[in-house]
């Protein structure tokens, strides 16, 4: 089983507030993942790290932030919540595996709705 | 490099078999699936490391063509529970997880 985690699990919230969705595994995994996806719809990578102190953008284009402080630790921030940025979110990680990629838990999500 | 998957949709009867193929257009390190049901999260099914690599996962298989940068997956005798959408996942250019943008597959009774 994925020891893998996020809250809140539902966020309802108003334009222009500040929000932090939280994600934390207990593997000690050094790669962590947040995807975008709307419902029915593909997983869009926005953000990505490698380990502490390291987080790059995905593909796609994301107004939010993510911080990597601690290794269990992959908080994702929108600093002034839109319309546009209701969706959900997913959170995940796996092991580092050379050229390829070891296999990757997921959260159970984060379903956002901004109002 | 988003990998291409197809077909987009699968309907099929309890019993039949699909395929559902996963291609790029950049070499390929490795290739991975995953299930998704409606309302949850991806659940990994297999990783193809090598070339010529299969993997079988109950009625579920895989293959892994390294030359021809593509994967294929394999549903035998489908089941009920093989509804949801197929996702195959590969490494992107910075060595983080990109998935293709699914197929949807639906097992009627």
């Known amino acids: 089983e994925a020891d893998i985690y996020q809250t809140p699990r539902y966020l309802v919230i108003g334009t222009g507030k500040k929000i932090t969705l939280e994600c934390s595994q207990t593997m000690g995994h050094d790669k962590m993942y947040w995807y975008q996806q709307d419902p029915g719809m593909e997983l869009h990578l926005i953000h990505y790290?490698?380990?502490?102190?390291?987080?790059e953008k995905g593909d796609l284009s994301s107004e939010s932030t993510v911080s990597r402080i601690r290794t269990e630790h992959f908080p994702l921030t929108l600093e002034s919540a839109r319309p546009s940025h209701t969706s959900q979110y997913l959170c995940a990680s796996s092991e580092r595996a050379g050229l390829g990629l070891a296999e990757a838990f997921f959260g159970q999500g984060t379903r956002l709705t901004v109002v | 490099q988003q990998p291409v998957q197809s077909p987009q949709a699968v309907i099929l009867r309890e019993g039949e078999d699909a395929v559902i193929n996963c291609s790029s257009s950049?070499?390929?390190?490795?290739v991975h699936w995953y299930r998704q049901k409606h309302g949850e999260a991806p659940v990994f099914l297999m990783i193809?490391?090598?070339?010529?690599e299969q993997k079988g996962h109950e009625k579920i298989s895989a293959s892994f063509n390294e030359k021809k940068q593509q994967s294929s997956l394999y549903l035998t005798a489908s089941q009920l529970s093989y509804s949801g959408t197929y996702f195959c996942?590969?490494?992107?250019?910075?060595?983080?997880?990109?998935f293709g943008k699914g197929t949807k597959l639906s097992v009627k009774p």
């Open positions: 790290s490698y380990g502490v102190n390291s987080t």
């Open positions: 950049k070499a390929l390190y490795s």
């Open positions: 996942g590969t490494a992107g250019s910075q060595g983080n997880l990109i």
């Open positions: 193809l490391l090598k070339g010529g």
